[in-house]
């Protein structure tokens, strides 16, 4: 079958690898609609690496059941997506106890490593574990259903952070995540949202989509005393760094209040200086998101589908599978246009 594979250090390249077959177990899914997630740009950027060289990526999706496998609910056809966590067993006693992060019996998660076992949805046909496919709400689009994940950490992030109705919030980055991050912050009530960014055209079009109250140009020198000033000098409750830039890492601490909660979410592969200062000089609680829960997931695709969460304003444009390497280097590109971008696949 047709698979996209990064074979070097910005390089993804079209090959023809075996097709995963039915084992009566797994669920084999058909991808439709497939997002390029920002992580797989990062995979792309250090691909000759041995962690990510032979990866097929993939993990945000919609498709079709071509087989159930040992799923007696679905059948060939069957819209679905997965889950794309890390696999848990469901039987260990973390499991039991819904504790899937400390699962004692973890499998890969297809998209995210080179492993045979673990390819992802830029491909023909892709295996998944059946406790992690998911069934699609009918109200749901195929468009709307790859977004559920690049949705779903923010979301998460918000509902740790504990984000109410009143809290003043700062975002850093205005791609899919960080304007996701804006959109959770005024769907659990914060009065006021601020957004960071350097590309204007990111920032300018969250700021249009109504997500955020007011756009901080990153590179200002006064950045800081402009945010403290935005809240009457008390700084932030609340600042999700969404970015993966140090610079905006540390201008969201600078800019915080005493006691404030900030959540991590911008994937930062390399070590960097980050401000221990601000967060011992503000007593802040830092926490780090990796993703979410599979509960979490599900929640959100219900909200989506329940058209309480408009997903689809973030959707740059669709490509074909063999558009895939012009792609990555678009969104690499600091002054780039596009938000996210989807592969799609003939139905």
């Known amino acids: 079958m047709k698979a996209a594979m990064i074979t070097a250090d910005k390089k993804i390249e079209i090959v023809q690898i075996d097709a995963p077959k039915a084992d009566g177990y797994h669920v084999l899914m058909k991808p439709t609609a497939v997002g390029i997630c920002g992580s797989d740009v990062h995979f792309w950027q250090v691909g000759s690496g041995a962690m990510y060289n032979s990866t097929v990526p993939g993990h945000e999706h919609a498709g079709v059941v071509a087989d159930p496998g040992c799923r ?63 069934k699609l709400p009918d109200a749901m689009s195929d468009e709307e259903a790859a977004m559920i994940e690049p949705a779903s950490t923010p979301y998460s992030a918000c509902k740790q952070l504990g984000i109410s109705r009143g809290a ?70 609340y600042f999700i760094e969404c970015s993966g830039n140090i610079n905006g890492t540390n201008t969201g601490l600078a800019a915080m209040k005493m006691r404030g909660k900030v959540a991590l979410i911008g994937v930062q592969l390399a070590p960097k200086p980050f401000s221990i200062f601000h967060t011992m000089l503000y007593r802040l609680t830092v926490i780090g998101i990796l993703g979410y829960t599979a509960p979490e997931f599900k929640e959100v695709m219900q909200i989506i589908a329940n058209k309480e969460f408009n997903v689809l304003k973030q959707y740059s444009r669709d490509i074909k599978l063999e558009e895939v390497q012009s792609a990555f280097e678009a969104l690499e590109d600091p002054n780039g246009k596009d938000i996210k971008i989807m592969i799609k696949f003939d139905k």
Do not use: H
Request: net charge neutral.
């Open 168 to 237: 003043t919030v700062l975002v850093s980055g205005g791609g899919i995540i960080g304007s996701c991050a804006a959109q959770w912050a005024k769907y659990f009530g914060a009065k006021y949202v601020a957004m960071t960014e350097v590309n204007e055209f990111r920032g300018n079009k969250v700021k249009a989509d109504g997500y955020i109250d007011e756009l901080f140009d990153g590179r200002d020198e006064k950045i800081v005393e402009k945010l403290r000033a935005a809240t009457g000098g008390k700084g932030f409750d």
């Open 72 to 134: 007696t609910d679905l059948k060939v056809g069957d819209r679905i997506t997965t889950i794309p966590l890390t696999t848990y067993c469901g039987r260990c006693d973390a499991c039991r106890a819904g504790d899937f992060d400390n699962c004692t019996a973890k499998i890969p998660a297809p998209g995210n490593y080179p492993q045979e076992a673990a390819r992802g949805s830029y491909a023909d046909l892709m295996r998944a574990a059946p406790q992690m496919v998911v």
